[in-house]
């Protein structure tokens, strides 16, 4: 009997996948420590014999494995970022992927874990939450043959783990799997579609295919278990589907391979996801297919508009996570202005410098500063931010820091003061500070990692408001959670923000970001999410737009006389 001590894993994401895998690890021995955004999820964990935490952090640090079961590559990214900030990851030990991510992402995150000796696997799983639940999973593995091997015997509880090639590669494998899967499960919907029509029991004709060439997946597995039986209850979200099919596209457009089928086939799915419910299992294309089969892709203009208006809204909660009745009466009169800027508030979640979390944070600081205090972007962002994964500190944090922008009173008026003083001869050069003065200097530069000359006068002449100040704008220095770094991106935030614009202090915290670790593509991302402000006068102003216009048209509608009126 082999003595070997068996590692401790981490699970981070126990939804449909992480939840059975787990339970898998715990009956082989593993002790397992999960963490998921879900309380039930974890609390599932812990009745199945693991043990669940309130933090990925948490997991990670009982651990020498963590395995991550994440919906896509922007959530693995955040939750990594957050495991390196708080150096959770011990050196030498190994992160798994086993979500379906983007392979060009996973091979950026394989260096950044690296710098920090943590070595990243990928191993995306096929075989579904069945094959989840009995361990019988297809795990397609890319990193070097040695991280396999560290790895292989825990993947070896879950299902059969195969080595595809470096870093990177299962992921590659998997999002290329699924495409051809999704495709094979719409060429079957047409052709089952098809079928019936002429009087054939769809039944029969799986049954069949299953015992000749155009067998797949979906006709010995998806049709016979969810399709046929009209539970359309796999497990596998209609949106995860689409976001593999696109990370196989993309990947075949950047070299060059050809894929029309492919994106003929993400333009269909595409539009059964505006169709169908948020949340859709992917077995439900077949029920669409077959309640659309007369033309699915017909270039029907008014059916077009409608799904290209369904497709825009969507597209704007899938940036901002809301949509209410000021969005659509944008949609509903100027559908080209807002795709436009659809596009425009895109880009920085495209690019993903920053974390989602991080990104909400930013529009709540530019939404609730002082200068702009636009209430319903306020509301809108604590609750996407929350979504994000925020906790309640974090949103206080960030508001405590836009609240030190009136400070720029001072920053601006005493030196104002100070030229009209000299310009009336009340003053001619700077008193000396005196003890307590550059005590309260030395205190601040000690505390914020930084001195600026346009404190100088407000240190000489108003010590006391200096004083208070200093003690009002440390608290989240002191107490918060948030790393200076992004402290410091929440000022720029509100400096940036077009109802601000306060330069000196913009330069300043560019100039104290950078110093604290941030990159110039996320300080432009920030600066991205403070234009999005320009289009409140849309959000604002279109709505009551509307409602005069419906006025309007009421008023005629049941008063001719009122058009004659207005007329003459
Ligand atoms: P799911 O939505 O059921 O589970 C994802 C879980 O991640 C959820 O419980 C969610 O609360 C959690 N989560 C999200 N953000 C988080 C964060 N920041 N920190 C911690 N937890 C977070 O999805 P799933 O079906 O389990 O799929 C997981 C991955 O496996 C996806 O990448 C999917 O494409 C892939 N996959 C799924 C299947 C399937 O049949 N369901 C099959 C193969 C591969």
Redesign the pocket.
């Given at each position: 009997m082999s003595t070997e001590v068996l590692p401790d894993i981490a699970l981070?994401?126990?939804?449909?996948?992480?939840s059975p895998m787990a339970a898998r690890l715990i009956g082989a021995g593993y002790r397992v420590t999960g963490?998921?955004?879900?309380p039930a999820?974890r609390d599932r964990l812990t009745a199945n014999g693991g043990t669940g935490v309130v933090t990925?952090v948490e997991a990670a640090r009982a651990a020498s494995v963590v395995i991550l079961?994440?919906?896509?590559s922007t959530?693995v990214e955040?939750?990594v970022r957050d495991l390196l900030d708080a150096a959770a990851l011990a050196p030498g030990s190994v992160v798994v992927d086993?979500?379906?991510?983007d392979p060009a992402s996973t091979r950026e995150l394989a260096q950044t874990l690296s710098a920090a000796d943590v070595t990243l696997v990928d191993a995306?799983?096929?075989?579904?939450?069945k094959g989840a639940e009995n361990g019988k999973l297809t795990i397609m593995v890319g990193g070097s043959p040695e991280a396999f091997d560290t790895v292989r015997p825990v993947l070896e509880s879950l299902g059969t783990p195969r080595l595809g090639g470096d870093v990177g590669a299962g992921h590659a494998i998997?999002a290329i799997n699924n495409l051809l899967s999704a495709t094979h499960l719409l060429a079957t919907a047409e052709a089952a579609a098809a079928a019936q029509r002429f009087g054939l029991d769809p039944a029969v004709l799986i049954d069949m295919v299953n015992t000749s060439s155009g067998r797949s997946g979906s006709t010995d597995n998806k049709y016979p278990n969810f399709i046929l039986p009209g539970t359309y209850d796999?497990?596998?979200?209609l949106a995860?589907m689409l976001?593999?099919m696109k990370i196989a596209t993309d990947l075949a457009a950047k070299v060059g391979a050809p894929a029309l089928l492919g994106e003929q086939a993400v333009a269909m799915w595409e539009r059964a996801q505006t169709e169908l419910e948020p949340g859709a299992d992917h077995t439900e294309i077949a029920r669409w297919i077959d309640n659309n089969v007369d033309d699915p892709v017909a270039d029907d203009s008014a059916a077009d508009s409608e799904a290209s208006k369904k497709a825009l809204a969507q597209r704007i909660r899938d940036i901002h996570g809301t949509w209410d009745d000021g969005w659509q009466s944008i949609l509903d009169l100027r559908p080209a202005f807002l795709a436009a800027y659809a596009d425009l508030a895109e880009v920085p979640w495209k690019k993903n410098h920053l974390d989602d979390k991080t990104k909400e944070l930013i529009y709540l600081a530019v939404d609730a500063a002082a200068t702009h205090l636009h209430s319903p972007g306020v509301r809108q962002h604590i609750r996407a931010a929350l979504d994000h994964?925020a906790t309640p500190d974090e949103i206080m944090e960030t508001i405590e820091l836009t609240a030190t922008l009136g400070i720029h009173a001072m920053n601006i008026g005493v030196p104002l003061l100070t030229e009209v003083l000299e310009e009336e001869g009340l003053r001619d050069t700077p008193a000396e500070l005196t003890s307590y003065q550059r005590s309260l200097q030395e205190q601040f530069t000690t505390e914020r990692g930084y001195w600026h000359e346009f404190w100088d006068e407000i240190l000489e002449l108003d010590p006391e408001m200096f004083e208070a100040y200093t003690e009002f704008s440390a608290l989240p220095w002191r107490t918060g959670s948030l790393s200076p770094k992004v402290k410091e991106l929440i000022y720029i935030a509100f400096d940036s923000a077009a109802t601000h614009l306060y330069v000196k202090g913009w330069k300043l915290h560019i100039r104290n970001a950078i110093h604290h670790g941030a990159t110039k593509e996320e300080i432009l991302e920030v600066m991205e999410i403070s234009s999005a402000l320009g289009f409140q006068s849309a959000t604002t102003a279109f709505p009551i737009l509307a409602d005069e216009l419906d006025r309007r048209s009421r008023r005629s509608a049941s008063s001719p006389d009122a058009i004659g009126g207005s007329q003459s």
């Open positions: 981070i994401g126990l939804g449909n996948m992480g963490f998921d955004l879900d999820a990925a079961m994440l919906p896509n959530v955040a939750v086993m979500s379906s991510s995306p799983v096929s075989g579904g939450v998997k796999s497990g596998f979200a995860l976001k593999d994964g």
